[in-house]
């Protein structure tokens, strides 16, 4: 007889344990073992956070274990089980291990292959290619695209988080519930009080003080007390929740009437403004993509509104950006229809008009800058994955740390958030159709080479502003990223004919281009290793630092309303010296409309018990030492941006941190 000493370790999640019966099957180069049932004692069977060990006898050695079947019978009821791996003891000492990683329902089988990561040309026996073509056919089966709303990226076929396949719902621990998150927020934030209000609009500026009673926020009490101040205003396109809108002006648009007299007294080096467009100091932001979208009508009883402005702004001599125009409306040919709003005029005029660009601001974040550009399109990359490379395959094994709770996020948000009569519809005014209509016209702008962080930000122009922050942090993270990425395809592709052959990489750039991002100009094909290392860059730059950087800054950012209000209840003002307090008071979001606002932002902006960040790896997916070395080298890079990063933090009165390494967490996964 020969032993085979097998050891089952069990996770340490929350109900990772089971008492059910499990069953398991080795099969060798040679032979395979008969079907064995794992069991020990009642009380200690699969118990959580353990590893247990089980002896398998046979009466031939099995030779190299390539296979490991487990399959799951109820003992009392319907149970599952979260196994982690399975390390096989072969009686000559050699040892192998087969990651796991999942969760195994009660009457499921699992059949999981040696640790060793291997390309699809790399299986020779016909053993293992079967294996290979089953998984993915049955992943395939579960892991179904659909349209969830016409001209949106594709998204998993699934209408509640329950019909999810389990391997991608949240677990118990994670379980994401917006309701129960905002009425947590409303509680921590003392908003109480505001719900029997919901209608009632604000009296004063100063009234929204009310609601930071129990905020402790270093950035959102400096926001409070200084967001009137223009350089506020303008430090904000570069370093604030949104700061992609910002790009370089080198000619006006044609709907916009600003003009050379109208704001000489801005321009502080003695040019005109023609001059300056030349010397690359002007800048602008523009929300055309706001421009013909129906604003929120969800509720009968509350009217809001919707612009579509131009905000120019201004590189002065003291390098801060400054805003020195704003046009509210966009009638063509530019004329006196348009009214330009300045600096120099009086104080409520000017207010408004950057409450108006603030609050286009908020929507465009909300719905394309975060919904669409990182959620959504992480998903169509998690979904992608799922059906296309089997659990053996590299690329599979470094990208599934960054998918992490992404379907599940995004489900749950279709769910309570964006949905019809969902939270978004409460507070925001492109809610209601305008959620459909502002992403379909975004999809249009959608493109891969915007998605590659180093050409987003040639593409703006924005390459020399001083003190843009989130581009130096971005560039930093993003070469990172990229020399991790690179080490591990060098590991597994010798050359670009390699890249070419792998009939599952081409399967998946194929999948994402066709089923999730058409008309987005992705690569339907990969043909260099610099190809795949720049495309799997973009997948897990996106789904880690580019979420962060628009996400965990929201409270910070926005928990002020009055500087950047969610939705607009008086129409945008069409000339000068018609509004005071009392009509920008009315325009501002109403106490209940402002609860729903700040609740969900809180919400939005915590991150998770038991986040894991950039670099951080806790399941061993990969058993090379090489790529275990490439991993090491990633997170000691990792740290020295860190470093960096808080160094310049030091000096800085709003530090910048949303690109810090150590606050990046993995995956999209709030």
């Known amino acids: 007889m020969f032993t085979y000493t097998v050891s089952v370790s069990t996770g340490k999640q929350e109900f990772a344990g089971t008492i059910d019966h499990v069953y398991l099957t080795l099969t060798g180069t040679e032979r395979c073992s008969d079907r064995t049932l794992l069991d020990n004692s009642f009380f200690q069977r699969f118990a959580r956070g353990t590893v247990m060990p089980i002896d398998v006898s046979v009466k031939e050695t099995l030779g190299d274990i390539v296979l490991v079947k487990l399959e799951k019978k109820n003992f009392v009821f319907n149970d599952q089980w979260y ?107 003392g908003l109480n009080k505001l719900q029997s209000l919901f209608q009632s609009s604000w009296k004063d ?61 801005s321009l502080d080096r003695g040019l005109t403004l023609q001059e300056e467009l030349k010397a690359g100091n002007i800048y602008i932001a523009d929300y055309a993509i706001l421009e013909g979208v129906r604003a929120n009508a969800t509720d009968p009883n509350t009217q809001q509104y919707l612009a579509a402005p131009f905000c120019l702004l201004y590189k002065n001599s003291q390098n801060e950006i400054l805003p020195i125009a704003i046009q509210l409306s966009r009638q063509t040919p530019a004329g006196g229809t348009n009214t330009v709003f300045l600096p120099s005029d009086n104080h409520h005029d000017w207010m408004l008009a950057k409450m ?18 990182t959620h959504l399109t992480s998903e169509v990359f998690a979904i ?66 915007s998605l590659c962080f180093p050409e987003a930000i040639t593409s703006r122009g924005v390459e020399d502003l001083p003190n843009y922050y989130y581009r130096d942090d971005g560039m930093m993270v993003w070469e990172v990223v990229k020399s991790f990425v690179s080490d591990v395809v060098k590991i597994f592709y010798s050359s670009d004919e390699t890249v070419q052959k792998d009939k599952e990489i081409q399967a998946f750039v194929k999948d994402v281009c066709f089923s999730g991002m058409k008309n987005c100009e992705f690569p339907d094909s990969l043909k260099t290793r610099e ?26 950012w926005f928990s002020w309303i009055p500087n950047s209000p969610s939705t607009m209840r008086k129409p945008p003002p069409a000339q000068k010296g018609q509004v005071d307090m009392k009509y920008i008071m009315e325009s501002l979001p109403d106490r209940g409309r402002s609860s729903w606002h700040l609740g969900i932002i809180w919400a939005l902006s915590q991150f998770q018990d038991n986040e894991l960040f950039l670099g951080e790896y806790p399941d061993m997916y990969f058993t090379e030492q090489p790529v275990m070395g490439a991993a090491k080298t990633f997170r000691k890079e990792l740290a020295e941006v860190t470093k960096i990063i808080k160094s310049r933090n030091e000096n800085l009165r709003v530090p910048y941190w949303y690109l810090s390494p150590d606050r990046i967490p993995n995956s999209v996964a709030i």
Not at 148 to 168: C, T
Request: glycine letters at 4%; one cysteine or more; charged letters at 25%.
């Open 384 to 449: 992608a994955m799922y059906r296309q490379l089997a659990a053996v395959h590299p690329v599979y094994k470094l990208l599934i740390p960054h998918v992490r709770f992404t379907i599940a996020i995004n489900t749950a948000a279709r769910e309570k958030l964006i949905n019809k009569d969902g939270i978004v519809d409460k507070f925001v005014s492109a809610g209601g159709t305008g959620i459909v209509e502002v992403i379909q016209k975004a999809m249009k702008t959608l493109t891969y080479k």
């Open 531 to 556: 190809q795949l290392v720049e495309f799997l860059t973009v997948v897990i730059f996106t789904a880690s630092a580019q979420h962060a950087a628009v996400n965990f800054g929201q409270y910070d």
């Open 205 to 265: 500026i100063a009234d929204f003080q009310e609601v930071f009673i129990k905020i402790k926020n270093p950035v959102s009490e400096y926001v409070m007390k200084n967001w009137e101040k223009d350089f506020m205003f303008g430090y904000q396109f570069l370093n604030g929740c949104n700061p992609v809108m910002i790009s370089k002006c080198m000619n006006l648009p044609d709907e916009f009437a600003v003009t050379q007299e109208m704001v000489k007294g």
């Open 83 to 189: 196994c982690r791996c399975i390390s096989v003891a072969s009686p000559s000492g050699d040892r192998f291990d087969f990651p796991c990683y999942r969760w195994i329902a009660s009457e499921n089988e699992v059949v999981l292959r040696h640790g060793t990561a291997r390309l699809p040309q790399d299986d020779k026996t016909s053993l293992l290619k079967e294996h290979r073509r089953t998984e993915l056919e049955s992943r395939q089966q579960l892991f179904r695209w659909k349209e969830w709303q016409p001209g949106f990226p594709m998204s998993i076929d699934a209408n509640s988080s329950n019909e999810l396949p389990i391997d991608v719902q949240f677990e118990a621990e994670k379980a994401v519930d917006f309701n129960e998150s905002l009425l947590k927020a409303i509680k921590n934030l």
């Open 356 to 373: 108006w660009v603030k609050s286009s601001d908020f929507n465009v974040h909300q719905l394309v800058t975060h919904l669409l550009r």
